[in-house]
């Protein structure tokens, strides 16, 4: 490959822009990118290119980009029919780096995919970068170079910050700007990638990870050209201090299908991508509208002193407060429980009665104290369980004054305080004021909590990237050879037993007379199964005899297994547990091994309550696993239930990530189904197992 | 009682109205709500009344009530001090109302509450009316009469349109008439009613389901006076086509501590009131934001055609289509299935592999055309099971133009078209021409589906409004005669089969040698079960020996009962279910008789999957609320399980709701749990029951 001409930061901050069908007329794409350019501030040279006009908005134009001397940037927004012969002009030109605007490339079918091929081999040979085709180009707000025609630009003023942004649709990346500067968000860089023929995300959000301006990252991503550069991305923005938040287009069905239409991208397993985010720490929004209010917080706002912790709600109006207090559980979340401090100095305000969350600061003694407001928020962000309070303020007097206490509070807190105005015109001084005082506010309750989920995510993450990386349990020993395909039970369980997981005693038996020597060997009751390589859910076809207390049963049971040919019978001990878990692992194209324990059953497919995990796991991983699944009040004990050996659990979920770490692509996918557990100190045991293995034994 | 002086209509459209207080300071609250009163354009007499003052605003003031002349309204923002005096002032003067803003009476403790009783006392005697205190009055938009301090009446114009809101927080109203107002909606009446001395939200519930100016009505409310008017008041407003939303604070234990001390209300059980609502089609929301938008969305829009009926979502952004369709699944909203007609519409604007919801106008071949996006959305709105079509609009070239074309397509077809301006002030001229239309917009995403789930919520009430009376099934006995207090389970389940519900064969027994007959006359396999009145939960304390194959095990297990005092033992039919359900029935205090089923066994504990109606129910409810159960797939059979018999289910819960309609308040609460759900056609059998029966027997 040609030595590439321009450096990515070189391209979002060009020196010099070449812009390719100029116009007076902002109608006209090229008209609009021109006119943003020159009405945000470019400070670099700016070249229209127009074979009809001498000018165009004052400046001297070019009939062909080869007649315009060097050019870092030339942004293309031209019809597709001229799109080659234009980006050709380009590398022949000596041009940096193409942004092109123009669509119907490889989002339009096999046809444009071919045009957009051809492109990047012009781009390819010359050592040019293509951003996009098919992408709404730029903004860099740090170096006031607007690289794009979005109608975002409309905006008088797109105020310089923190926010660094890489999105697969321009559209929406103009929108979130429209929000993130409603609400006084400043931006540093933001990307609109398109159909990444050359330059991908990845390599974007790699910039934005070293980039100085940047402080936060927002992403929206449809599909990963290649997963395996993501998960290292995210680490070196950790390490650099720099929170990522995504969201992943393809969280439903029918929305995987569109983003597979759409940019012409794969959109991936939402579920190994959402665990390889929490993994990294990284944070994974819903709404992309709830992503750039949280990446603005984490710009602008303390962090959580730490995850877990409750809030404190307050405001001068009753209904607000509870009604947002109403709003905490559906959205994850919880009151503080308040310490005596904090209650010590509430009732310096108000009656007995009223010392509780949420505070409505309408029952201070003396009214609305501006003074009691501010000891109370300073009391909160002290105490020792509340991590962030909550200002849902509705209409009121003196709005924006009361508002303008809360950026100093919070400063002085060291955590953060999200103002909700929740009125919406009527309360537009009060956001001048927070605009004025560089400090966040939201416009809905359901934003602010959308955005304290986020930072709990964030909180989350910086708290895992303390612990050690995962350490190999001892004992674990050779795993068998493996057959390519569907392994047995017996074989799947004995790759399980050589990761030291407890599995149920068997024997393999070939007639009832073998079946019973070896029930005998075992102990009543027995398990019997008709083993056949060929079945994957041996309940469904009657091969599975349950609980069979003597040698009659066991006759019996042998003489009604269903009439197929089978490989044999296993004759199992009968184990018992208190629950059924589901341990899976699995290979993730592109994301490599999975971990993932669920509610086991018929559990599984009523409550698809199951938690997916990158492999190898730390034991603290595991038991955070166990933690978030709605099973887990079983496992801890339910209204007077044994607590569980959750011990055995996290012990059994490490040892197959291990297994699946050590398979790697080889281990297609493996359950253990179910995995009972007992009681505390008394472990568990995987009564079935499956496997499919690909490729070639080891 | 003294004969009332005023009707709620005259008190909300008053002739004549005084300002108590009133100054030319609008710093001051009566400064405020006269200069609110002569902005918004008060067409009676308006009254200041001040003894320092000769004219205010160019009105002539008086020295005090007495001197005015007739006044109907009064309003009052006095300091707690003075309001008695006032009040008794006004009683003589013969004023029909007041309006008593003034708060810290009941709401701040004892001693306010103390004052409150005082000044009602005043009210009554001379059948003057109150509404408040500690409310912030009314807002009769029909008739411009302004009679409240909100803050929100800043606002240039208040819309009148047919919203009427009744709200036991004045400050939450205000901020939901600026959220209203923003959209462009209109509204009838806002009442604010504080602390409800005497006129209490009911009352005006009352009054606009009467007010021909009021199309839908939306409540907040925080605690009922009188729940028992509240379900036929629902019921009145049903008959008269006006939808009610309402929000109820203390759907999270620490609101509904809140709400207790705010306004000094009782919250109430919020989940009887949610089956209330359920049962009589008000439509409860969990966010005062998205009601409003909501009771605007069933003022100016078409209705869901029907429930049940799936979403298209359109736009001329990829990524905005897939983030929607994406978010849909947790809002409990699907994409629609389309028809074939549809596709064929859609064919011929896009290439076929773009032909699937969302639909992204972007990949039309021309281009995102108006004239391919007006025939697009014409023929979703004829489809057979599009509910209604959202349009998330990004940042795009002729955003009003294009926004301006749904209103006449959403009129066209008859059913809901939701625009959501997602970008922020770029998208401002997009929602002036949606104001100038008088058609509804959302600034969120999050907004319109909770917008669409209310108008979902709307259409199953409609449905279900449709449906004839519960009709009494056959074959019910005389309830046998019931002690007051905890029933024996051989009790509970007499009764239980008197209303013919399956229960499990027993027989009781006062010695192991009696027990060994009765299983012998039951049949092997038995359960044996320790009576005792004083035990709850019988397996906790080992009184439960299941599955015992001979008289062998029974004598064990005879022997092998803790040493407590029995009444006896039970013993009963070892009965097999492939699913457990709880049923229960319980009086709900203001709200009466109430049936609930859940899952059941440890199930109840863990997930809290129970669906809350009030009895007694029809057949087609009792479907509905076992069709809602997070457990419903295993009822229904789920990957190839076989189904269940859902009609024993639902026959047992009728019939239990009936007994619970016949007990009324003596039936404090009954369980049947579990109850053991057969394959279809094998019926369903309670194992255990257990009742609490209060007063006397009949």
């Known amino acids: ?55 165009i908005r004052g400046l001297p134009a070019f009939p062909s980009i080869g007649a315009a001397g060097q050019v870092d940037v030339a942004i293309l927004a031209v019809p597709v029919a001229h799109l080659l012969r234009q980006v050709e002009e380009c590398a022949a030109a000596g041009v940096g780096a193409c942004i092109v605007i123009t669509g119907k490339l490889a989002d339009a079918g096999p046809e ?54 890489v999105s697969q649709s321009g559209a929406l990346m103009g929108t979130l700007v429209s929000i993130g500067l409603h609400h006084g968000a400043g931006f540093s860089r933001c990307i609109s990638v398109g159909n990444q023929a050359d330059l991908e995300l990845c390599d974007f959000l790699e910039y934005l990870v070293e980039d100085p301006a940047t402080r936060v ?49 794969l959109a ?191 909180a989350e993450g910086r708290d895992r990237a303390a612990l050690p990386p995962p350490a190999r349990p001892p004992g674990i020993g050779h795993p068998p050879r493996l057959p390519a395909g569907a392994l047995t039970e017996a074989e799947a369980k004995a790759l399980a037993a050589a990761y030291g997981i407890p599995v149920t005693r068997g024997i393999l038996a070939r007639s009832v007379e073998e079946a019973i020597l070896a029930a005998e060997a075992i102990g009543y009751p027995v398990v019997l199964k008709g083993v056949s390589r060929a079945v994957v859910h041996k309940s469904d076809l009657g091969l599975v005899k349950l609980n069979l207390p003597n040698a009659a049963a066991l006759r019996a049971a042998y003489a009604a297994l269903p009439d197929i040919r089978l490989e044999g019978v296993l004759v199992q001990e009968m184990a018992r547990g208190e629950a059924e878990l589901i341990l899976g692992a699995r290979w993730e194209p592109g994301f490599g091994p999975m971990v993932l324990v669920g509610a086991g059953g018929v559990l599984v497919e ?9 492999a190898p ?28 050996d959750v011990r055995a659990a996290v012990e059994a979920l490490v040892r197959l990530s291990w297994l699946a770490a050590d398979l790697g692509p080889r281990l297609i996918e493996m359950d253990l189904n179910p995995l009972l557990l007992r009681a505390a100190g008394r472990g568990a045991v995987a009564v079935d197992a499956r496997a499919t293995i690909g490729g070639e034994s080891p």
């Open 268 to 458: 991936g397993s939402y579920a190994a991508f959402a665990a390889l985010c929490r993994a990294e720490g990284a944070v994974l929004c819903e709404d992309p509208a709830v992503m750039v209010q949280a990446a603005d917080a984490l710009d602008r706002l303390p962090r959580l002193p730490a995850p877990g912790m409750g809030l404190a709600v307050v405001a001068s109006s009753g209904g607000s407060t509870v009604t947002t207090a109403d709003m905490l559980p559906a959205a994850g979340l919880r009151l503080a429980e308040m310490g005596e401090a904090t209650r010590a100095e509430m009732r310096r305000w108000m009656p007995e009665s009223h010392v509780h969350l949420p505070l409505d600061t309408g029952s201070f003694d003396d009214g609305t104290s501006e003074a009691g407001l501010a000891a109370c928020v300073r009391a909160f962000l002290a105490d020792p369980d509340i991590g962030a309070v909550v200002v849902p303020m509705t209409t009121q007097p003196a709005m924006a004054a009361r508002a303008a206490l809360f950026p100093g509070l919070c400063r002085e807190g060291g955590r953060p305080v999200l103002f909700v105005m929740t009125a919406a015109e009527v309360g537009n001084a009060a956001r001048d004021a927070l605009r004025q005082a560089d400090f966040p506010f939201y416009d809905r309750v359901s934003d602010a909590l959308g955005v304290l989920r986020a930072l709990e995510a964030e």
């Open 217 to 265: 990252i927002a992403l929206y991503i449809e599909g990963l050209k290649d997963p395996a550069r993501f998960g290292p991305l995210l680490r070196r923005a950790r390490a650099a201090g720099k929170p990522v938040l995504c969201v992943k287009a393809g969280r439903s069905a029918a929305g995987a299908q569109a983003a597979r239409s759409h940019t012409a991208s």
């Open 1 to 55: 490959m040609v030595e590439t001409r321009l450096t990515l930061a070189r391209i979002v901050s060009p020196h010099s822009v070449a812009v390719i069908g100029a116009s007076d007329d902002v109608g006209k794409f090229g008209g609009r990118v021109i006119h943003y350019l020159i009405k945000h501030g470019f400070p670099g040279r700016l070249v229209p290119i127009n074979p009809n006009r001498a000018s």
């Open 606 to 614: 009523l409550l698809r309550d199951v938690q997916l995990m990158p």
């Open 112 to 165: 444009g995919a071919a045009l957009e091929a051809q492109i990047l081999a012009v781009a390819r040979n010359a050592g040019m970068r293509l951003v996009g085709p098919n992408c709404l180009g730029i903004f860099n707000m740090t170096d006031r170079a607007m690289l794009s025609s979005s109608l975002v630009l409309e905006a008088a003023e797109v105020k310089a910050g923190g926010i660094g942004m």
């Open 617 to 644: 796991l730390r034991p603290e991983d595991a038991a955070a696993m166990l933690r978030r699944l709605a099973l887990w009040p079983v496992l801890d004990g339910v209204r007077g239930r044994p607590a569980l």
